[in-house]
C-alpha cells in the first residue's frame, strides 16, 4: 500500500529565502507524482507533474524533482514571497489505476 | 479552457437529513471524475471515481454513494447524514488517459450538527 509524507506539517521563512518541501512514497513504483497548493478554505491547485520518466518539472520560481529509487520528492520555491503562504501537498499515482494518495500537507507561511 | 463547478459551497445539515453535492465539468469530453473529503486531521481522502456514466467505484464503506448520471456530472450522495460526515468535499477531474494531472474544483464545506 503507498503511503506518502511530507515533513514538515509546517514551515516559516523569511519573505526571500528559498523554500524547500519535502515528500517521500513508500512504493517507488509510482507512475506520476503531483504537487498542488491549497489555500485556506479553498480547492487544490495543481502546481506541476512530475512524469514517471522525469526527474524534474519546473515551472518559474518552481522546481520540483523526483527520485523514484529513494522515494522522495522536493518542491524547491525560489525567493518566497508572503502570496506563497498556502499549504502545500504532493500526491502519487498508485501503481494501478487513476488514484492518488496524498501527503498531509506542509503549512508555509512567508514572513513579510 | 476546462471548469469546474461545485455547489453548494457550504452547507449546514442536521444529523439525519439526506445529502446531494453536485460537480459538473465544462470544456472536456470522457472525463475521470473524482469525490475527496478533507477532514481535520485527516488528510484528503479518496472517496469515489468514475471512469464513464454510470460507472463508480468506492474506495472506502461509509454512509455515502455517488452516482454519474451525464458525462460531466457527478453527484455525491447520503440518505442519513451522520456527524463524522462533516468535512470538506472537493471534486476532481482528469483526463481519460491513466495518470494524468488531476484539478479539483473549489470545495464544499459540509457541517452536520
Known amino acids: 500500500k503507498q503511503e506518502v509524507t511530507q515533513i514538515p506539517a509546517a514551515l516559516s521563512v523569511p519573505e526571500g529565502e528559498n523554500l524547500v518541501l519535502n515528500c517521500s512514497f513508500t512504493?517507488?513504483?509510482?507512475?506520476?507524482l503531483q504537487w498542488f497548493r491549497q489555500d485556506p478554505g479553498k480547492g487544490l491547485t495543481s502546481l506541476l507533474l512530475?512524469?514517471?520518466?522525469?526527474r524534474e518539472q519546473t515551472s518559474g520560481r518552481l522546481n520540483a524533482s523526483l527520485d523514484k529509487s529513494s522515494g522522495r520528492s522536493t518542491l524547491y520555491i525560489a525567493a518566497s514571497q508572503p502570496g506563497d503562504s498556502a499549504t502545500y501537498l504532493c500526491?502519487?499515482?498508485?501503481?494501478?489505476?487513476?488514484?492518488?494518495?496524498f501527503g498531509g500537507g506542509t503549512r508555509v507561511l512567508v514572513k513579510p | 479552457s476546462q471548469t469546474i463547478h461545485q455547489w453548494p459551497a457550504t452547507l449546514v445539515q442536521p444529523v439525519g437529513s439526506p445529502l446531494s453535492l453536485e460537480c459538473t465539468v465544462e470544456?472536456?469530453?470522457?472525463?475521470?471524475l473524482y469525490w475527496y473529503r478533507q477532514a481535520a486531521g485527516r488528510g484528503l481522502q479518496l472517496l469515489f471515481y468514475?471512469?464513464?456514466?454510470?460507472?463508480i467505484s468506492s474506495e472506502v464503506p461509509q454512509n455515502l454513494s455517488a452516482s454519474r448520471p451525464q458525462d460531466r456530472q457527478f453527484i455525491l450522495s447520503s440518505k442519513k447524514l451522520l456527524l463524522s460526515d462533516s468535512g470538506f468535499y472537493l471534486c476532481?477531474?482528469?483526463?481519460?488517459?491513466?495518470?494524468?494531472?488531476?484539478?479539483f474544483g473549489p470545495g464544499t464545506r459540509l457541517t452536520v450538527l
Open positions: 476532481a477531474w482528469s483526463k481519460r488517459e491513466t495518470y494524468n494531472e488531476q484539478f
Open positions: 512504493d517507488s513504483a509510482i507512475y506520476n
Open positions: 512530475i512524469q514517471s520518466s522525469q
Open positions: 500526491a502519487a499515482y498508485k501503481a494501478a489505476g487513476n488514484k492518488l494518495t
Open positions: 470544456g472536456t469530453s470522457n472525463p475521470n
Open positions: 468514475s471512469v464513464g456514466i454510470g460507472q
